[in-house]
């Protein structure tokens, strides 16, 4: 079946420090979508891709999309504690309603 | 505006017997999915509910089964709990049932706990 891996599982910086996480399909993606789950929380959706090789940009947030459709990126830069949790892609094949959440990318932020 | 609300928050089962978690569905949504979240993991699609039909499974047992009612409220149901069954139960509503159209909105979801 389909899978959704994320890279790295857990990423320590210090406020002000930039933040990547990476999200790989085993399988082409008709669109892929981003939530972050704050600690005790439950996933709040961030963003949409669709197209093959979409930047999007919401303020300190950049989201990728690959040229395959079959990985995407999240790039935060500069940040601050309000960005700890964990963030989730999650996968669209065809036109299904079943969603691949990956393994998730755990941030924590020190002053 | 109502949000998806889910009852109870917290339950502690005992292995073998069954559980009933319910969910009811932000304000215009009319379809509901459940996702298990285990403990350091990202949540599983068990199924997904649209007219009162379920409409996708993921890969779960029979055991695990649902229901939704007119008023797009849906109830999780597992039999013969088992240990590894422990998780957080996420029910998440969305406007239509393709997801590529409408994001998922999130419940607190219920910790399920079997002893």
């Known amino acids: 079946g389909q899978q959704v891996m994320q890279i790295p599982q857990y990423q320590h910086v210090q406020e002000g420090e930039d933040f990547t996480t990476y999200c790989n399909s085993s399988t082409t993606l008709s669109n892929i979508q981003w939530y972050k789950q704050r600690p005790g929380g439950h996933p709040v959706f961030l963003i949409q891709l669709v197209k093959s090789g979409e930047v999007k940009k919401q303020k300190r947030l950049t989201f990728q999309f690959g040229e395959a459709k079959k990985n995407s990126s999240l790039h935060i830069t500069a940040t601050q504690t309000t960005d700890v949790g964990t963030y989730f892609c999650?996968?669209?094949?065809?036109?299904?309603?079943?969603?691949?959440f990956g393994t998730g990318t755990q941030l924590k932020v020190e002053l | 505006e109502t949000g998806v609300t889910q009852s109870p928050t917290h339950l502690i089962k005992t292995r073998g017997q069954q559980v009933t978690l319910r969910c009811s569905s932000q304000s215009g949504h009319n379809t509901v999915s459940w996702y298990q979240q285990a403990l350091g993991q990202g949540p599983q699609f068990i199924f997904q509910?649209?007219?009162?039909?379920?409409?996708g499974r993921g890969n779960f047992p029979p055991r695990f089964s649902g229901l939704q009612f007119p008023n797009y409220s849906s109830e999780l149901n597992v039999n013969a709990l088992e240990l590894d069954d422990s998780a957080l139960y996420l029910c998440?509503?969305?406007?239509?049932?393709?997801?590529?159209?409408?994001?998922?909105?999130f419940g607190n979801g219920t910790r399920l706990t079997v002893t």
């Open positions: 999650a996968g669209l094949t065809g036109g299904g309603n079943k969603l691949t």
């Open positions: 998440a509503s969305s406007l239509t049932l393709f997801a590529d159209n409408s994001p998922l909105h």
């Open positions: 509910y649209y007219r009162e039909e379920e409409n």
